[in-house]
């Protein structure tokens, strides 16, 4: 599940042979400025003294890897990046267990999933286990950041960027790698309400909705500001003409419920090409279909169908999973001009239970 000594070789995912550095070749450049550490913060809002930044490009592929203090980036004005959404990121998260170790949570997960997202967006590939190794390099100089108390961690941000310096649409010849790492305490404070309207659409199949680019989030905010005009926190994002469920804001969704049959059932949709494949949903399948209590399937849902189940009292919940969010119980949902009251969460929940033994493994316990 975790871990923060040397892993596994995971070979490149296509057949390039541009790597030219690696993890062992990292150059590290100190900051003489440290900054003061502040006891509470809001999420991605104070950043770590240092950063990870590795240059690519076609003639001479990977450059030498560079942990360097954090600071602003130099771009052209006419980068790929800025004009064009040729970029990507992903999320993890360090946290320091109870045995005063740092453990990164299945971070080759996240690796794999940056390395698809890449050649969807035509940037090169790279070795996810010289990255992972330069990642941990990053993590031991600025380790003091990662909360001693509590359930606050420290939040990963590796970044990939198309810097091609010209106005054409084209697989760039030129990128950066950047991570960037910042304080993460709680993502959201109380129980979501979602606002859940079929005339936006996340995302579609064919498209990019199982990558984490940037621009699936960006074209969203549209929606979210009409969700807080209706007193919603975020956007339950429906698909097709049976308002299939897909995500919640930037979470995956569970349900927790008797399911027609009359068995019980944890379901969350599948990965069709519209879901995020997140690391937190995987672990949750994981850790049910350990358990062996009920039956956990990936399978469409629609808004009939948990229309239905809260008419004949057979949900038990709804919940969001995400690096940043964690387990999330979802308390409401607007649809169809009416406020749907779902049930609420107590300690017995299903998902309490998921975010303890999640807590548990990631501090060590």
Same mark, same amino acid.
């Not at 400025?33 to 770590?48: A, E, Q, R």
């Not at 001693?148 to 970044?159: K, S």
């Given at each position: 599940y975790y871990s923060t000594t040397a892993c596994p070789h995971v070979a490149q995912s296509?057949?390039?042979?541009?790597?030219?550095?690696?993890?062992?070749? +990292? @150059?590290?450049?100190?900051?003489?400025?440290?900054?003061?550490?502040?006891?509470?913060?809001? *999420?991605?809002? @104070?950043?770590?003294?240092? !950063?990870?930044?590795?240059?690519?490009?076609?003639?001479? $592929?990977?450059?030498?890897?560079?942990?360097?203090? *954090? $600071?602003?980036?130099?771009?052209?004005?006419?980068?790929?990046?800025?004009?064009?959404?040729?970029?990507?990121f992903e999320? +993890?998260? @360090?946290?320091?267990?109870?045995?005063?170790?740092?453990?990164?949570?299945?971070?080759?997960?996240? !690796?794999?999933?940056m390395s698809k997202s890449a050649e969807r967006a035509c940037l090169p590939a790279f070795d996810q286990s010289e990255l992972l190794g330069c990642i941990k390099r990053l993590i031991e100089i600025d380790q003091d950041w990662v909360p001693h108390l509590g359930p606050a961690c420290l939040y990963i941000r590796p970044t990939f960027i198309g810097t091609e310096p010209s106005l054409g649409v084209k697989k760039p010849n030129r990128a950066l790698l950047y991570v960037i790492m910042c304080q993460a305490g709680s993502y959201f404070n109380t129980e979501l309400s979602l606002w859940a309207d079929p005339k936006y659409t996340r995302a579609w199949k064919g498209g990019t909705g199982d990558c984490k680019m940037g621009g699936n989030y960006g074209g969203t905010l549209f929606a979210q500001l009409e969700a807080g005009s209706y007193g919603c926190q975020q956007v339950l994002w429906l698909y097709g003409e049976d308002h299939q469920i897909t995500e919640g804001g930037t979470m995956n969704i *569970?349900?927790?419920?008797?399911?027609?049959?009359?068995?019980?059932?944890?379901?969350?949709?599948?990965?069709? $090409?519209?879901? +995020?494949?997140?690391?937190?949903?995987?672990?949750?399948?994981?850790?049910?279909?350990?358990?062996?209590? *009920?039956?956990?399937?990936?399978?469409?849902?629609? !808004?009939?169908?948990?229309?239905?189940?809260?008419?004949?009292?057979?949900?038990?919940? !709804?919940?969001?999973? $995400?690096?940043?969010?964690?387990?999330?119980?979802?308390?409401?949902?607007?649809?169809?001009?009416?406020?749907?009251?779902?049930?609420n969460q107590d300690k017995h929940s299903l998902s309490s239970r998921i975010a303890t033994e999640l807590t548990d493994i990631q501090v060590s316990r």
């Amino acid at each position: 599940y975790y871990s923060t000594t040397a892993c596994p070789h995971v070979a490149q995912s296509s057949p390039e042979k541009d790597l030219r550095a690696t993890a062992a070749d +990292l @150059v590290v450049q100190l900051s003489t400025s440290l900054k003061t550490k502040p006891d509470v913060v809001d *999420f991605g809002t @104070v950043f770590t003294d240092h !950063m990870l930044t590795v240059e690519w490009n076609a003639n001479d $592929g990977w450059q030498t890897p560079l942990i360097r203090p *954090f $600071g602003d980036l130099s771009l052209h004005p006419a980068c790929s990046a800025l004009h064009y959404a040729v970029e990507l990121f992903e999320g +993890l998260k @360090v946290y320091r267990g109870d045995d005063k170790r740092l453990r990164l949570f299945r971070p080759l997960l996240n !690796m794999e999933r940056m390395s698809k997202s890449a050649e969807r967006a035509c940037l090169p590939a790279f070795d996810q286990s010289e990255l992972l190794g330069c990642i941990k390099r990053l993590i031991e100089i600025d380790q003091d950041w990662v909360p001693h108390l509590g359930p606050a961690c420290l939040y990963i941000r590796p970044t990939f960027i198309g810097t091609e310096p010209s106005l054409g649409v084209k697989k760039p010849n030129r990128a950066l790698l950047y991570v960037i790492m910042c304080q993460a305490g709680s993502y959201f404070n109380t129980e979501l309400s979602l606002w859940a309207d079929p005339k936006y659409t996340r995302a579609w199949k064919g498209g990019t909705g199982d990558c984490k680019m940037g621009g699936n989030y960006g074209g969203t905010l549209f929606a979210q500001l009409e969700a807080g005009s209706y007193g919603c926190q975020q956007v339950l994002w429906l698909y097709g003409e049976d308002h299939q469920i897909t995500e919640g804001g930037t979470m995956n969704i *569970f349900l927790h419920w008797i399911n027609e049959d009359g068995d019980e059932e944890l379901a969350t949709p599948p990965l069709d $090409g519209t879901i +995020l494949p997140g690391v937190t949903r995987q672990s949750i399948l994981d850790l049910a279909r350990k358990w062996d209590e *009920f039956k956990v399937l990936e399978r469409y849902l629609t !808004m009939g169908q948990l229309c239905s189940a809260l008419k004949q009292q057979r949900l038990k919940e !709804m919940f969001g999973s $995400g690096t940043a969010c964690r387990v999330c119980h979802i308390g409401s949902i607007v649809y169809e001009e009416k406020n749907l009251q779902l049930p609420n969460q107590d300690k017995h929940s299903l998902s309490s239970r998921i975010a303890t033994e999640l807590t548990d493994i990631q501090v060590s316990r």
